[in-house]
């Protein structure tokens, strides 16, 4: 289906007669047809694109209006109008998603970094070269994944670390006088193995132990979080023994794999790990 049937999906403003009358108008549809769905109860034109399970139920539906010859043509045309209002509806959700998905890799402010990282030094006091650091673009994408609760299996090849941000610089290109565009990012050459998938793969982890090293709401007294054994995760959101849980199970199990088979091995699991992580809604 193109735009252009799209287009012709009015907005849902006015009342809902008003807005079914303009569907009909844009897709040609009889008064008769248009009365009918008024008698139907519809009030917007999410009910409308649910109303009918197929192309067939319409069918039947328009049979039963006593249209004569025009049932054919009639058919035809609401089918076009179903069709357009359930497009133009994915396509809304597609967008959102989008924005949504966009919103996840916008930086923190500064004093936001700042405060994350003082408080991940505060709890642990431990200090990570620049290989495996998490460079600010991955803790801010891991950060705003937890503040929006959109845990996604984000892609390991991507995550970028502090050495890569330390001896890489935005471009400005300039448009005009004055007016200046940042390039993106130069993507980062790395051999795919499973030595650096196991190292960015801690990264990313990391990454996440940074961004959720705050406190957990409604906590336990935090003298009992200083006994020996104590479960870290009603303390803390994304505790640091609980990542090192993670790498060092996924490190571990590989070396029972054979060699030309640990990569693949290790991408699938981990990915089918991570991805019962975000349909729980915890990156624990």
């Known amino acids: ?16 007669e008003e807005i079914l009358r303009k569907l009909g108008e844009n897709f040609g549809l009889d008064d008769g047809v248009v009365e009918a769905l008024l008698q139907l109860g519809i009030e917007s034109l999410q009910e409308f694109r649910f109303l009918w399970a197929s192309e067939q139920a319409i069918e039947t539906w328009i049979g039963k209006l006593g249209l004569g010859d025009k049932a054919l043509l009639m058919t035809a045309r609401v089918r076009r109008a179903w069709a357009a209002v359930g497009l133009y509806y994915r396509q809304v959700g597609q967008d959102c998603s989008k924005i949504a998905l966009s919103d996840l890799d916008t930086m923190l402010r500064e004093t936001e970094l700042r405060d994350t990282k003082q408080q991940f030094w505060r709890r642990y006091k431990m200090r990570f070269p620049p290989e495996i650091h998490p460079a600010d673009t991955t ?5 705003r994944e937890m503040q929006k609760r959109m845990l996604c299996v984000y892609n390991i090849w991507r995550v970028k670390t502090l050495q890569f941000q330390l001896t890489t610089s935005q471009k400005k290109r300039k448009l005009s006088d004055g007016l200046f565009i940042k390039d993106g990012e130069d993507e980062e050459i790395v051999a795919h193995d499973v030595d650096n998938y196991l190292d960015r793969l801690f990264t990313l982890l990391l990454a996440y132990a940074m961004a959720g090293c705050a406190g957990v709401t409604g906590a336990p007294d935090a003298a009992q979080e200083l006994n020996l054994g104590a479960d870290t995760t009603k303390f803390v959101n994304v505790p ?3 990542i090192y849980k993670y790498y060092f199970s996924a490190k571990r199990s590989i070396m029972v794999m054979p060699m030309a088979q640990r990569l693949q091995w290790l991408q699938t699991r981990d990915v089918e790990e991570r991805s019962e992580c975000r349909s729980s809604g915890s990156p624990q």
Do not use: H, Y
Not at 1 to 16: F, H, I, N, R
Not at 139 to 143: E, H, K, N, P
């Open 1 to 16: 289906m193109s735009a252009m049937e799209t287009d012709k999906v009015p907005l849902e403003k006015g009342s809902p």
């Open 139 to 143: 803790i801010s994408r891991v950060a």
């Open 240 to 242: 640091l023994d609980v």
